[in-house]
């Protein structure tokens, strides 16, 4: 929820406080999902060798202190452009450490047959607080300015790290002879690309994901410029429409387990992607009136079923891969997954410009969902369901 408001504070303080350009706030988002490409893989690979926990701990500590400096520094005067730049890596630095960790410490709480549950319900958390942060941050950037909501959102990790030191589970610690001496990074980082990379089901998810996302961020970029420009909306009415997704995204996540019970958790992963994602293909055909709504829909049911696709893959990756490889594992697919955001990104700027917003539009629904075929084509189409079995040991030399 606190993330929420940064999303929608950070470039209102670059516009608004320190007038940057239409150029300068593009740079500011790009290097808010920078650190997916410059320190997913060996972040991956560190995760493995510390506890889970603590590490989520000091990371949440750090970006509090690290999205706190931002009023702090506007209180006194001495805001600048540089800094709102190095707060965007920063945070997303150690975002990246501790979602890789995140991921890697749900199967530590859990055991494998509750993997599909427990993700299914921290989905639903998550977009839950996707849904009231963007009404949070508007109402606090009413009362308190762009800088002063983002004291909130400082606020929020300090409740993070309470919230994880209340968590009594203790994790297992891996013998000294494993531990001592330890492997080369890179090499580490290597073990967990060829990991994603020889496991077909993991292949495919990756490429499905990394797909998806190239398209996906072609929607949430240029959606609002499309709903003000071109349909001419109230922004309120434009942030109620992209809130949509959040409510797609719950909705998928309560949904999940059933569908995974009642249809098989491998089914379902390629039938949302390929059946379920179809009214994504509404977006483009959103119009004046009511048939703005076209949009909402669409963006729902895209939402929707990518999240209960997400559920599947996640709970098949944090089961199947050995627990000590979890982390540079989770990390390599992330890697992949969100290092086409801002190539994604680019391109969309790039065609909009090229061929107009509401042509960029239906390029980035259609090959969204055709992202889908790459579950289509993979083992889980002949499978009923994902396997969360115990994980079978690494070969020697693996």
């Excluded at 891969?321 to 890697?335: F, I, K, Q, T, Y």
Aim: proline content about 6%; overall charge positive.
């Amino acid at each position: 929820m606190g993330s929420q408001v940064t999303v929608l504070a950070l470039p209102l303080v670059a516009v608004v406080v320190l007038e940057a350009s239409a150029l300068q706030v593009s740079l500011l988002a790009a290097a808010e999902t920078s650190a997916y490409l410059l320190v997913a893989l060996p972040a991956g690979a560190i995760v493995d060798r510390v506890a889970k926990r603590p590490l989520m701990i000091w990371c949440n500590l750090a970006l509090f202190l690290v999205i706190g400096s931002v009023p702090l520094a506007h209180a006194v005067g001495a805001l600048t452009l540089a800094q709102l730049y190095a707060v965007a890596l920063l945070s997303s630095v150690f975002s990246v450490f501790f979602s890789v960790a995140y991921q890697s410490y749900l199967p530590v709480l859990l055991d494998r047959a509750q993997l599909m549950d427990g993700n299914g319900k921290l989905a639903t958390s998550r977009s839950v607080g996707q849904i009231a942060g963007p009404s949070l941050g508007a109402g606090l950037v009413t009362v308190v300015g762009a800088a002063g909501a983002m004291a909130a959102d400082a606020l929020s990790f300090a409740l993070s790290a309470g919230s994880l030191t209340a968590i009594r589970t203790r994790e297992p610690r891996r013998p000294r002879a494993e531990a001592d001496p330890r492997p080369r990074l890179w090499s580490q980082i290597r073990e967990g690309l060829a990991y994603v990379t020889r496991d077909p089901i993991l292949r495919n998810s990756v490429a499905f994901n990394g797909t998806a996302n190239f398209f996906v961020i072609m929607v949430e970029t240029l959606g609002p410029v499309f709903l003000i420009r071109t349909l001419h909306l109230r922004p309120g009415l434009v942030g109620l429409l992209l809130a949509l997704g959040a409510v797609g995204g719950m909705a998928g996540g309560m949904a999940a387990r059933y569908l995974a019970r009642k249809v098989g958790s491998a089914r379902i992963s390629w039938i949302s992607m390929t059946v379920l994602s179809l009214p994504g293909l509404l977006i483009p055909l959103a119009g004046h009136g009511w048939w703005v709504l076209l949009f909402g829909f669409g963006w729902i049911s895209w939402t929707f079923a990518s999240t209960v696709a997400g559920i599947s893959l996640t709970s098949y990756r944090q089961a199947a891969c050995p627990p000590d490889m979890l982390g540079r594992v989770s990390a390599a697919a992330r890697w992949i997954n969100w290092g086409t955001l801002p190539l994604g990104g680019l391109a969309g700027g790039a065609l909009a410009t090229a061929l107009g917003v509401r042509t960029t539009l239906w390029i980035a629904v259609i090959g969204g969902c055709c992202a889908g075929l790459w579950l289509f084509f993979s083992p889980l189409r002949g499978m009923r369901d994902i396997p969360l079995g115990t994980p079978e040991p690494e070969p020697v030399g693996g």
